[in-house]
T-cell receptor, first 113, second 117 residues
């Protein structure tokens, strides 16, 4: 399975932008890049996903490098509620796959008031 | 938006008993559901993939006779932990993929904390 590499932890100040990096140098041409986050004692929550082009939604933006070997999740204005573990995941997409998600260790984001 | 309901949220049971966890997709049809397990301070580990109307596919190292999965309808999958022991204590999470949307997002349940005494 294609793997991702993320920093173990990051800190941010409230109301400032946050850039969460992810490296995925072994990504294949059909793998989608997914981001989820998990608050303590809860199931993961979808944040954003993309294939090649940058993506924006109401929660965040996803910037994908031209060679697709890395991506960055951007939270434009961090709030205390954004404190969570953020997972960058490659969603495999090959014949016979179920499109499952293999979670890595993620980045624990702390937000300071 | 789409919601996945997982029940119960937490359960305490005696060693040797069986526990059933339900995962329901409330407003969409889920042909595929995934079951994860998460130990404290660790990431989610995929246990098995269940497809409606067929046998589940288990990940390496997961005992299929211990973790029984049933996906009898397009909106319900169940995980039964049989003869539970303290080492089975964990946070169990289900997720569902909407029918026909292989590359789209997964919807996750809120998880079930299992404590085996």
């Amino acid at each position: 399975d294609a793997k991702t590499t993320q920093p173990n932890s990051m800190e941010s100040n409230e109301e400032e932008p946050v850039h969460l990096p992810c490296n995925h140098s072994t990504i294949s041409g059909t793998d989608y890049i997914h981001w989820y986050r998990q608050l303590p004692s809860q199931g993961p929550e979808y944040v954003i996903h993309g294939l090649t082009s940058n993506v924006n939604n109401r929660m965040a933006s996803l910037a994908i490098a031209e060679d697709r070997k890395s991506s960055t999740l951007i939270l434009h204005r961090a709030t205390l509620r954004d404190a969570a573990v953020y997972y960058c995941i490659l969603r495999v997409n090959y014949g016979g796959s179920q499109g499952n998600l293999i979670f890595g260790k993620g980045t624990k984001l702390s937000v300071k008031p | 938006g789409a919601v996945v309901s997982q029940h119960p949220s937490w359960v305490i049971c005696k060693s040797g008993t069986s526990v059933k966890i339900e995962c329901r997709s409330l407003d969409f049809q889920a042909t595929t559901m995934f079951w994860y397990r998460q130990f404290p301070k660790q990431s989610l580990m995929l246990m098995a993939t269940s497809n409606e109307g067929s046998k589940a596919t288990y990940e390496q190292g997961v005992e299929k006779d211990k973790f029984l999965i049933n996906h009898a309808s397009l909106t319900l999958s169940t995980l039964t932990v049989t003869s539970a022991h303290p080492e089975d204590s964990s946070f169990y999470i289900c997720s569902a993929r909407e029918r026909g949307r292989v590359n789209e997002k997964l919807f996750f349940g809120s998880g079930t904390q299992l404590s085996v005494l």
